[in-house]
């Protein structure tokens, strides 16, 4: 189920193969990564590949889309395609 995206989120493509130039440009801004829950692992993967670019202040959200959601934090659907 959709449960959309945390508001200015960018949805990644790939999680090893992203464009990097979807990331903040400067390498220290904080960058956060996250999946639908604590099940998937793409977004350490995404992390990991930020951090072998050279961003410094990179992070995980573990708990994902779902653990946002069951907080009761705003989310945007996107488009469907």
């Known amino acids: 189920k959709d449960k959309g995206v945390i508001p200015s989120a960018i949805k990644l493509s790939s999680s090893?193969?992203?464009?990097?130039?979807l990331?903040?440009?400067n390498k220290?801004?904080?960058?956060?990564?996250?999946?639908?829950?604590?099940?998937?692992?793409a977004s350490k993967s995404a992390a990991a590949r930020a951090i072998k670019a050279g961003y410094t202040n990179v992070h995980v959200m573990p708990a994902g889309i779902s653990?946002?959601?069951?907080?009761g934090k705003?989310?945007?659907?996107?488009?469907?395609?």
Do not use: I, R
């Open 67 to 71: 653990g946002w959601v069951k907080a």
């Open 16 to 21: 090893s193969e992203y464009d990097l130039a």
């Open 74 to 81: 705003a989310v945007e659907k996107l488009p469907q395609a």
């Open 28 to 41: 220290a801004d904080a960058t956060v990564f996250y999946c639908a829950g604590l099940k998937c692992g």
């Open 23 to 25: 990331l903040p440009k």
